[in-house]
């Protein structure tokens, strides 16, 4: 019993065949909930139109949109949960803000401002690619997806329909050399409306289609911080969500509205923040890493 109050029962379980196993190591020792970690990190802002999201430049505090990127420390792995809209390899850091123009495959334009390339804010925490156990994009839209190359060996998560489309002779309006790699990785299909990524119940993909046929977000429970809803592009900024607008391009907008019902119903029911990813009022209000929540 001593065991199991001090070290939970999969620690329990290392104790007893600890001389058995060298694979339960220090990592499993604890409550991994208490360990859970999550970075926001700084994967740039854009100049958005706020016509493409059904909104009129007036009604939105701010065009500005930021990219952000996620990574989960897990005592049983790591997560990154979207990869920025401008792989590193496309542009140089100077320390300070990179003005970065970029022509999509479709010949629109977008305006960025980027500050610190993803892998060196990986290594900053001492962290290489190959240390990132589980990839997950809320969709494959350019702007999540820019470095996800760079972590095809890790295990992808995602929907069958999206991957499929991903894939498809004629892919969606992204970028798709930048995940390319994925379509020969290690990789679960999520079947299910939800997968717990760690089996705790700590960290929950949860399906949100409608933006795109597979798209997803991620629900977080944090010991200190509570509970938190990684938007994906459920809503791209908080006018989105107080006036009821839905994106011009949405490949299905009925079912964004039922899975932001659905959505709506699961904050109520959990208490969770919504953290909207492109917002960069919100964005701009959160800890950035090295610092973290937990
Ligand atoms: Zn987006």
């Known amino acids: 019993m001593l065991f199991s109050f001090t070290v939970g029962r999969r620690g329990l379980l290392c104790a007893v065949f600890v001389v058995l196993s060298a694979a339960c190591g220090m990592q499993e020792t604890g409550d991994p909930a208490a360990a859970l970690r999550l970075y926001v990190l700084d994967c740039g802002t854009m100049t958005g139109d706020p016509v493409r999201f059904g909104l009129q430049p007036d009604e939105v505090a701010t065009t500005d949109m930021s990219t952000p990127c996620f990574l989960v420390s ?50 900053e925490l001492g962290h290489t690619p190959a240390d990132i156990t589980y990839l997950a994009l809320s969709h494959y839209h350019w702007d999540h997806v820019a470095n996800a190359n760079a972590f095809a060996d890790a295990t992808w998560l995602v929907r069958e329909v999206e991957r499929d489309t991903m894939f498809a002779a004629v892919p969606p309006v992204t970028v798709p050399q930048n995940y390319a790699r994925l379509e020969d990785s ?109």
Request: net charge negative.
């Open 74 to 123: 897990h005592p049983r792995g790591l997560l990154l949960w979207d990869t920025g809209a401008v792989a590193d390899q496309e542009w140089t850091p100077t320390g300070g803000p990179v003005a970065h123009h970029l022509v999509l495959p479709d010949a629109s334009e977008r305006d960025l401002t980027l500050r610190k390339p993803l892998l060196g804010q990986l290594a």
């Open 186 to 294: 290690n990789t679960i299909i999520i079947a299910n409306d939800e997968h717990d990524v760690f089996g705790d119940g700590t960290v929950v993909i949860k399906s949100a289609p409608g933006h795109t046929p597979g798209h997803l977000v991620l629900y977080l429970r944090l010991q200190r911080t509570g509970d938190v809803l990684l938007s994906g592009d459920v809503y791209h900024f908080p006018e989105s969500r107080t006036l009821r607008r839905v994106p011009t391009f949405d490949v299905d907008p009925q079912r964004t509205l039922a899975t932001r019902e659905a959505i709506e119903a699961f904050l109520a029911a959990t208490g969770a923040q919504l953290w909207i990813q492109h917002d960069a009022v919100g964005n701009a209000m959160l800890r950035k890493s090295p610092q973290y929540y937990d």
